[in-house]
């Protein structure tokens, strides 16, 4: 386990008393892990424990063999970046300067930016294809253009960890597609280490090294895609039953699909 780029040790997660109990991950660099479940089974919770977002009731977290919640905060900005689905506040920013603030951990005291830093955003933007409104009012945009200007803002970043929750869950069937791309092709590139939820479950087939998968106090199972999707453990996962959806041809089609996944 202490082998492994990222990793848990009996992590405990809730709001002030615990949701899901003993979560072990172990994930080497540049793996993606993703998290899966029905609502309200703790996704976020577990996300937001990972990125310090909430305290942790219990075990550890380990980057790189360092304890997390020892780590200097400037320096785990560095490595790590987290978009979440909460709306950020801003006040007469641009596309461009909410990208921007990935760049901040870089900054000196007053926060400038240098012309190095400018093109990593022109980059990171060009890479979401976000660059056609970068000028406008980021509090104008749609549900959708604003997750894609987040992420290009946790790109701007140059993380080598990163953690989203639903990050496609506003996105288009192309943008769901070509966000997954990128995100495969810096694993690839540059060994980029991804933690996220999901709920399109064969995009997470696809992309996926790894799934966590929770119900209840503990992670029901955790495991490689091939491990995950097999048989009936899906419908088991989201108690889904053929009795529910008796009257329904088309309905019981899709959970046969669902539980076999190919």
């Given at each position: 386990?202490?082998?492994?780029?990222?990793?848990?040790?009996k992590?405990?997660?809730g709001h002030?008393?615990?949701?899901?109990?003993d979560?072990?991950i172990?994930l080497?660099?540049?793996?993606?892990?993703?998290?899966?479940?029905?609502n309200?089974?703790?996704?976020?919770t577990?996300?937001?424990?990972?990125?310090?977002?909430?305290?942790?009731?219990g075990?550890?977290?380990?980057?790189?063999?360092?304890t997390?919640?020892?780590?200097?905060?400037?320096?785990?900005?560095?490595k790590m970046?987290?978009?979440?689905?909460?709306r950020?506040?801003?006040e007469?920013?641009?596309?461009?300067?909410?990208v921007?603030?990935?760049?901040y951990?870089?900054?000196?005291?007053?926060?400038?930016?240098?012309?190095?830093?400018r093109?990593?955003?022109?980059?990171?933007?060009d890479?979401?294809?976000?660059?056609?409104?970068?000028?406008?009012?980021?509090?104008k945009?749609?549900?959708?253009?604003?997750?894609?200007?987040?992420?290009?803002?946790?790109?701007?970043?140059?993380?080598?960890?990163?953690?989203?929750?639903?990050?496609?869950?506003?996105?288009?069937?192309?943008?769901?597609?070509?966000?997954?791309?990128?995100l495969q092709?810096?694993?690839?590139?540059?060994?980029?280490?991804?933690?996220?939820?999901m709920?399109?479950?064969?995009?997470?087939?696809?992309?996926?090294d790894?799934?966590?998968?929770?119900?209840?106090?503990?992670?029901?199972?955790?495991?490689t895609?091939?491990?995950?999707?097999?048989?009936?453990?899906?419908?088991?996962l989201?108690?889904?039953?053929?009795?529910?959806f008796?009257?329904?041809?088309?309905?019981?089609?899709?959970?046969?699909?669902?539980?076999?996944?190919?």
């Amino acid at each position: 386990m202490r082998d492994c780029y990222f990793f848990t040790e009996k992590m405990c997660v809730g709001h002030g008393s615990p949701i899901i109990k003993d979560i072990e991950i172990m994930l080497p660099k540049g793996e993606i892990l993703t998290l899966i479940g029905a609502n309200g089974a703790g996704k976020s919770t577990v996300l937001k424990s990972i990125a310090g977002q909430l305290r942790l009731l219990g075990g550890t977290i380990y980057l790189e063999k360092e304890t997390l919640s020892e780590m200097d905060r400037k320096a785990l900005a560095r490595k790590m970046s987290v978009v979440f689905t909460e709306r950020l506040k801003t006040e007469l920013m641009t596309c461009e300067d909410v990208v921007a603030t990935g760049r901040y951990p870089y900054t000196g005291r007053f926060g400038r930016l240098s012309e190095e830093d400018r093109q990593i955003v022109r980059e990171a933007m060009d890479l979401i294809r976000v660059t056609e409104i970068r000028d406008t009012d980021f509090r104008k945009i749609s549900d959708g253009q604003r997750q894609r200007v987040m992420l290009a803002r946790a790109i701007c970043q140059e993380p080598e960890i990163l953690i989203l929750d639903e990050p496609i869950s506003y996105l288009d069937i192309r943008h769901k597609l070509e966000f997954l791309s990128v995100l495969q092709e810096m694993r690839e590139k540059k060994q980029l280490t991804v933690l996220m939820s999901m709920h399109e479950l064969e995009l997470a087939k696809i992309i996926s090294d790894k799934i966590l998968c929770l119900k209840g106090e503990y992670v029901l199972r955790y495991g490689t895609p091939e491990e995950i999707f097999e048989s009936d453990f899906i419908e088991q996962l989201f108690d889904i039953t053929e009795e529910r959806f008796a009257s329904n041809e088309k309905f019981l089609t899709y959970i046969r699909k669902v539980g076999r996944y190919g």
